[in-house]
Structures are given as C-alpha cells and as structure tokens.
C-alpha cells in the first residue's frame, strides 16, 4: 500500500508544485486577506481545479480562518485536502461489478491520441491480476497498429483477443465479440474503439451503434461506457465528457499521463461539475502503471497531506 501511494504522490509531482508550492510562496507568514484568496484562486484555476471547486475550497478556508484565526500554512494545506477530498467522495460511484450477469462489457471510448488502447491492455492486465477471465475484442478496425498493439498486451496478460479484418465494421465486431464473451462466460469483455473527435457528430452517433448491439448480442449483459481522458488536456476534458456522454453514456472515466502533466487537478474539476465519476488513473508507462481510483489518497497525493479526512 505504501509503495503504491508513494508511486502515486511521485507521479503527482507537477501538478502538487503547480498548487502546493505557488499557494505555499503565496502564503507563507502572510495574512490570509482578501489579496491573498485572490492569489490562491488564480492559482487554483491555473492548475486546472475549476471554477465550481476553487470556489469551494476557498470558501472552506475563509470558513477555517472565521472559526480559528490566522492559520500556517500546513493548516491551509490540510482544509483544502479536506475539502478535495470531500468534493472527490461526494461523486463516487458503486462498484462496476454490480450485477451478476457475464460478461461485463466496458466499451473504452475516447479521443485521438487519449491513450485508449494501453489504458485496455492494463485494464486487462488488472483484471486478470484479480482472478477475473477477460477477453478484449479490437474494434478500432481502422488503424492496424492499435490491433496489433493490442494483440501484445493481451499476450502479456494472458487473455483473450478478438480481432477483425482491416476496415471491418466495428459493431459487427463489437457484437460478435459478446456472443462469444457470452458463451465462453467470460468475466470482463473490453471493446476497444477508434479513437474519434468529440465534435464530430457521424463518429459519435456510431459509438451509440456499437452500444446497441452489444446489449442485443447479450440483452442481460452490463454494459459500462468508460471514457479515457488525457490528464493533459486540463479543462477540454469537460466539453469532451459532456459530448460522449450524450453519444454513448458515460460510467466511469480514466484519466491517464498524469505523470507528464501539471494539470491533475482537472478530477476535481470533473467530481465538482459533472456526474461521471474517475474510476482509474494512469500514472506511468508500465503494465501496472493504472491504478484504481481512491479520493482520499489522491487528495493526500495532490497536495502531499497525509490523513485528509472528508
């Protein structure tokens, strides 16, 4: 447990200087006026928290100030890992293993470049690590390498793999993945898909599609949108989870490079102003690089607080 908390707060790195270190330079013996909460919100908005949650936690620290006077900076740090933490819990969501029926399908939707398929293969590679029988169906049928990068993973984590022609049509794909899923009671199918522009209305209208005939291929059968979000993208990622979400739902949310990115303070922004709860985080290159996501740990990572309580 330590060693994976330790792994976390390293990736954070960026991001914690971008908030923990320009809001300790600001503070430091300070009094915490007017000019001061100005300066935090500027650097609360810089570090992509948002708009909805920088108002939060600077009202929690005027609230703390009101109730205990001057406050040091470690106290400072502790409120707003508090109240990060609150805003995180309050958008958790249950279990995606809610219903007992096999297989569960996770249709893995994002944009170009976003980091869908490796996010499938260390999803595969979780899941196996837990006991759980997976197969990955390849539906990106227009772009070989993702095939074949995902071919690599499944081999690596001992799964199974369903591939198409190239140019194939990604719901029949999709479809005969699940039958197949469905006979052989497989515990988790993950579909990867082509990577598409959220602006681009015909390619989100076939991710609907695809959705569609899974649940007709296995009318029992869960099925989860799960959308990958590049941590680097700070606040795009709300137009992108409002867009697929009206195409294809959304159930979850990986947000991944948060180790090559100063703007991990963007899962705030989501927890505070849309209901899709982060449900996996990437921290790193390497097949266990993805972890689950955990609000009180990621508060105490973020902002190097240990203990954040909601």
Not at 23 to 38: E, F, M, N, P
Request: hydrophobic share 45%.
């Amino acid at each position: 447990m330590f060693s994976a908390f330790r792994k976390l707060k390293d990736s954070l790195i960026k991001t914690r200087d971008a908030i923990v270190g320009k809001i300790a330079g600001v503070v430091g013996a300070r009094k915490i006026d007017t000019q001061t909460l100005a300066q935090m919100e500027r650097i609360l908005l810089e570090a992509d928290i948002g708009v909805t949650a920088t108002k939060r936690l600077l009202n929690a620290v005027k609230d703390r100030v009101a109730r205990d006077g001057e406050l040091e900076t470690d106290a400072i740090m502790k409120t707003l890992g508090d109240e990060i933490t609150a805003i995180l819990h309050a958008r958790r969501s249950g279990s995606l293993w809610g219903s007992p029926e096999r297989p569960l399908v996770l249709l893995i939707v994002g944009v170009n470049g976003a980091g869908k398929t490796t996010s499938v293969g260390k999803l595969a590679h979780l899941a196996a690590g837990q006991g759980k029988s997976v197969m990955i169906a390849a539906c990106d049928t227009f772009r070989a390498a993702a095939v074949e990068q995902l071919e690599v993973w499944a081999k690596r984590s001992k799964v199974g793999f369903m591939r198409a022609q190239a140019g194939a049509d990604p719901a029949a794909v999709a479809f005969d993945a699940t039958v197949s899923a469905k006979a052989k009671n497989i515990d988790l199918l993950l579909v990867d898909t082509a990577g598409r522009l959220h602006t681009k209305s015909n390619l989100m209208q076939e991710l609907s599609k695809i959705r569609k005939v899974i649940s007709k291929a296995a009318p029992n059968a869960p099925v989860k949108t799960i959308l990958v979000i590049d941590g680097v993208t700070g606040q795009n990622a709300l137009s992108q989870v409002k867009v697929f979400t009206e195409a294809a739902g959304c159930d979850g949310i990986i947000v991944t490079k948060l180790d090559s990115t100063a703007k991990g303070g963007v899962i705030v922004a989501i927890a505070a102003e849309l209901d899709a709860p982060v449900r996996y985080i990437g921290i790193g290159e390497k097949i266990d690089d993805l972890q689950d996501f955990d609000p009180s740990t990621f508060a105490q990572a973020i902002l190097g607080v240990e203990n954040a309580t909601v």
